[in-house]
Nanobody, 126 residues
């Protein structure tokens, strides 16, 4: 069982930055990867970024490459999403997910994740 709690969302102007955090707690049976997804009104949940169980590999949606950076502190069981050069189209609820026994072929798909946080709202607007 894993519990995830996101924080760090808010209102930011275009071109600004935010850093999201996702703290994990509880027991897990083995290795896991962590991912960030977002969901805008009327749209499906979309992949944003993921990081492997040991932080050695990262994956990004094309729309955020060069702007967002995912990282994790394994000891603290926390994953971060640094978001720079934010655009209005980044506005969405951002969710942190955990996929147990995941691999590169699973990170992009929301239905592969086992646990989710409650989400945190990110709004990019003047």
């Amino acid at each position: 069982q894993v519990q995830l709690v996101e924080s760090g969302g808010g209102l930011v102007q275009p071109g600004g930055s935010l850093r999201l955090s996702c703290a994990a707690s509880g027991r897990t049976a083995g290795s896991y990867a962590m991912g960030w997804f977002h969901q805008a009104p009327g749209k499906e949940r979309e992949f944003v970024a993921a990081v492997s169980w040991n932080g050695g590999s990262t994956y990004y949606a094309d729309s955020v490459k060069g702007r967002f950076t995912i990282s994790r502190d394994v000891a603290k069981k926390t994953v971060y999403l640094q978001m720079n050069s934010l655009k209005p189209e980044d506005t969405a609820v951002y969710y942190c997910g955990a996929v147990l026994r995941g691999y590169s072929g699973t990170y992009y798909y929301s239905d592969k994740y086992d646990y989710w946080g409650q989400g945190t709202q990110v709004t990019v607007s003047s």
